[in-house]
T-cell receptor
Framework: NAGVTQTPKFRVLKTGQSMTLLCAQDMNHEYMYWYRQDPGMGLRLIHYSVGEGTTAKGEVPDGYNVSRLKKQNFLLGLESAAPSQTSVYFC??????????????FGPGTRLLVL | KNEVEQSPQNLTAQEGEFITINCSYSVGISALHWLQQHPGGGIVSLFMLSSGKKKHGRLIATINIQEKHSSLHITASHPRDSAVYICAANLYSGGGADGLTFGKGTHLIIQP
């Protein structure tokens, strides 16, 4: 099993460009999450999904959209990238049987630089 | 004010020393997590606690629900333990299912 994978690993964008980050998991997890990690801020939740076809906003959702068309994939989109979105993005997933008390499995991260 | 606070922010110790990292939280939680992030960036879950104490190898995690406090201990520390250790919690105020709230991390360096 590959666990949680993220594509791409690194990307440079110009302000105003768009892109999609892909998260895939092969553990049949129901719950998936997108976090961003910034120096001095810790990790913060952007959006999450409690199952195929569902999405919900987290702590810092502005400027991002998400989709969960297939259970194994969770996509994070930036429609018009801004320098403030320069960050490391982590995807995570969990079984969802008892989400308030479950281990989350993290992907390797995507480093995004917006110029 | 961050709902999950960690201390210290940075810790440098000699190989073999006993290490303690502290985490406190200000609201009710359903679970407390300790995560490890190595210099390469990957994040690995070490423990998930809702009460008591857990041990895995040289790592021990404890939680005191009444005092809203958790500690991560490393016995006989080794340079390979050098990493960022992150405390995170499922907050009751967030409904539990909507992700973790994270501390800012403790950057640990173990010198040979």
């Amino acid at each position: 099993n590959a666990g949680v994978t993220q594509t791409p690993k690194f990307r440079v964008l110009k302000t105003g460009q768009s892109m999609t980050l892909l998260c895939a998991q092969d553990m049949n997890h129901e719950y998936m999450y997108w976090y961003r990690q910034d120096p001095g801020m810790g990790l913060r939740l952007i959006h999450y999904s409690v199952g195929e076809g569902t999405t919900a906003k987290g702590e810092v959702p502005d400027g991002y959209n998400v989709s969960r068309l297939k259970k194994q994939n969770f996509l994070l989109g930036l429609e018009s990238a801004a320098p403030s979105q320069t960050s490391v993005y982590f995807c995570a997933s969990s079984y969802g049987t008892l989400p308030e008390k479950e281990t989350q499995y993290f992907g390797p991260g995507t480093r995004l630089l917006v110029l | 004010k961050n709902e999950v606070e960690q201390s210290p922010q940075n810790l440098t110790a000699q190989e073999g020393e006993f290490i303690t990292i502290n985490c406190s939280y200000s609201v009710g939680i359903s679970a407390l997590h300790w995560l490890q992030q190595h210099p390469g960036g990957g994040i690995v879950s070490l423990f998930m606690l809702s009460s008591g104490k857990k041990k895995h190898g040289r790592l021990i995690a404890t939680i005191n629900i009444q005092e809203k406090h958790s500690s991560l201990h490393i016995t006989a520390s080794h340079p390979r333990d050098s990493a960022v250790y992150i405390c995170a919690a499922n907050l009751y105020s967030g409904g539990g299912a909507d992700g973790l709230t994270f501390g800012k991390g403790t950057h640990l360096i173990i010198q040979p």
